[in-house]
Nanobody, 128 residues
Framework: QVQVVESGGGLVQAGGSLKLSCTASGLTLEDFAMAWFRQAPGKEREGASCITIRSGVVYYAASVKGLFTVSRDNVKHNTVNLQMNSLKPEDAAIYYC????????????????????WGQGTQVTVST
């Protein structure tokens, strides 16, 4: 049974940093691309970042590029991390991790239909 579990959410002050982790089980991570989506209150869910595990190619939404970094954990190889720096109040959201039905991200990585497995989400709150 495939499971995708996010962790690391919490409360952080504006300008601070937070690292989210996504641990996948029941699948071979190299066979998937993994993405982070987020949903703020009253807004639609949007893609934040995607990583093709085999190649390490990454994609970022314009709003987080240069601030967020997605990577595969060097020790826990079934885990993908999202390092978030210089957080702003508008970054507050529920962050979801998802496994792509394809093994690679692409220009269409934001399309939710490309993702087969989703986590339950982890809450990120940014205080001013």
């Amino acid at each position: 049974q495939v499971q995708v579990v996010e962790s690391g959410g919490g409360l952080v002050q504006a300008g601070g940093s937070l690292k989210l982790s996504c641990t996948a089980s029941g699948l071979t991570l190299e066979d998937f691309a993994m993405a982070w989506f987020r949903q703020a209150p009253g807004k639609e869910r949007e893609g934040a970042s995607c990583i093709t595990i085999r190649s390490g190619v990454v994609y970022y939404a314009a709003s987080v590029k240069g601030l967020f970094t997605v990577s595969r954990d060097n020790v826990k190889h079934n885990t993908v991390n999202l390092q978030m720096n210089s957080l702003k109040p508008e970054d507050a959201a529920i962050y979801y991790c998802a496994a792509n039905v394809y093994s690679y991200c692409s220009d269409f990585w934001r399309l939710e239909g490309r993702y087969r497995y989703w986590g339950q989400g982890t809450q990120v709150t940014v205080s001013t």
